[in-house]
């Protein structure tokens, strides 16, 4: 039985890991490579969060587990307040697969996919109108995994994925507060892998994740002038955006192996917030976001020093899906460039230790004090 134990990685300078607010987080040696070659390496057991199919080149049991720590540094310029607008936070995953025959490999992902903290200070959220907004996801998925031949090799998933989010707004001039809305969701998908072994040391793979519709009830605090103020049930309608992943993995030497990958995400879905409570507020809590499309590429190698020491790196470039004119101060997103350094050190036959740290550039924005 093969172990994986990841405890610590981390990330700097962005609000989010993925452009959006999608999430990388699950993997620490993917991490560590920034991602590059993920759906065609296949080497723990977190291939299961980003091709199912790869599953066919584990040996028995192999179990994964870790957490990210998130500590960016996002500060807000405007309106005569200087601030941090993001809080540290902690991602964890774990993996559990199972290789049932030579034919089938089985197994059991819980990580991450999407994920939002902003909150601006009083000072800030007065002049701005925003304050606070949060989304926690967490996704479960059973895979499977089939091996056609020693070339081919399919798998799918099954995802159940559970959201809970808070919007804030505060309004403007007086500070008194707008409206709060909460609400928790299921929302079901899957995803679809094909792994192709042109030899023993050259792989491709490509991914395919469904879209995610979320239809929560919500609470809704309000405090409009005419409307009384009060809590009031209401909801929110959100589709999360498919993607579509290929990978390419080479040994050059038995010690260097290069990575790269394509991953493009099905954005343009994200078209407004539109919370549904009355009549009487509804256009004003609506907003419009109208993203595009975005692509991520990522080029990495892996060198293996020793028996018990490999090393790994990465860069990618993730574009942003908001075009100017509609980024607003909730998702204040822009492209951006990954530096990843990761390696892992065998601690025994059976266990194995990882550790990951990438520091992402990203670009200044500027913001409407409308958005």
């Keep these: 039985m093969k172990y994986l134990w990841a405890p610590l990685f981390i990330i700097l300078g962005s609000p989010l890991h993925g ?14 490579r920034a991602f590059s070659g993920e759906s065609a390496i296949g080497d723990d057991a977190s291939i299961l969060g980003s091709n199912p199919a ?6 028995d049991w192999s179990f994964a587990t870790g957490a990210s720590f998130i500590s960016p540094e996002v500060n807000a310029r405007g309106m005569g307040v200087t601030g941090s607008i993001i809080a540290d936070a902690v991602v964890p995953y774990s993996y559990l697969t199972k290789k049932v025959n030579e034919q089938f490999t089985f197994g059991i992902g819980v990580y991450t996919l999407f994920g939002l903290n902003s909150d601006y200070s009083r000072e800030f ?11 926690l996801t967490f996704n479960i998925t059973p895979s ?17 994925l559970y959201a809970d989010g808070q919007i804030n707004s505060r309004q403007p001039g007086i500070g008194g507060n707008l409206f709060d809305l909460t609400g928790d969701d299921w929302g079901y998908g899957y995803n679809l892998g094909i792994l ?5 040391g050259t792989r491709f793979g490509l991914h395919y994740r469904s879209g995610i519709d979320l239809q929560g009830q919500a609470k809704v605090g309000a405090g409009f002038g005419v409307f009384p103020a009060g809590t009031y049930d209401g909801s929110l309608d959100i589709e999360l955006p498919g993607s579509l992943e290929f990978s390419a993995y080479h040994e ?31 256009s004003a809590l609506a907003k419009e976001e109208n993203w595009h499309d975005s692509i991520r590429i990522s080029i990495g190698a892996t060198y293996q020093y020793n028996n018990r020491l490999t090393f790994r790196g990465g860069l990618a470039y993730d574009e942003s899906p908001v075009d100017n004119s509609y ?5 204040p997103d822009g492209d951006r460039i990954w530096a990843s350094l990761g ?16 520091h992402i550039f990203a670009e200044s924005v500027e913001i409407s004090p409308e958005a």
Aim: hydrophobic share 45%; net charge negative; charged share 20%.
């Design 252 to 282: 050059v030497t038995a010690k260097l192996a290069l990575h790269a990958d394509f991953l493009w995400t099905d954005w343009s879905v994200f078209e407004s917030l539109d919370p549904k409570v009355h009549p009487l507020i509804d």
């Design 343 to 358: 390696l892992t050190y065998q601690l025994n036959d059976t266990f194995a230790l990882d550790l990951g740290y990438t």
């Design 144 to 160: 499977l995994s089939y091996r056609i031949n020693q070339q081919w090799s399919i798998g799918a998933g099954f995802d159940a």
């Design 19 to 32: 452009a959006g607010f999608q999430l990388s987080e699950r993997s620490t040696k993917g991490l560590g």
């Design 196 to 200: 192709f072994e042109l030899n023993e």
């Design 327 to 331: 980024r607003t101060l909730r998702i």
């Design 54 to 59: 790869g599953m066919s080149l584990l040996d």
């Design 125 to 135: 959220a007065t002049g701005a109108i925003v304050d606070h907004s949060d989304l």
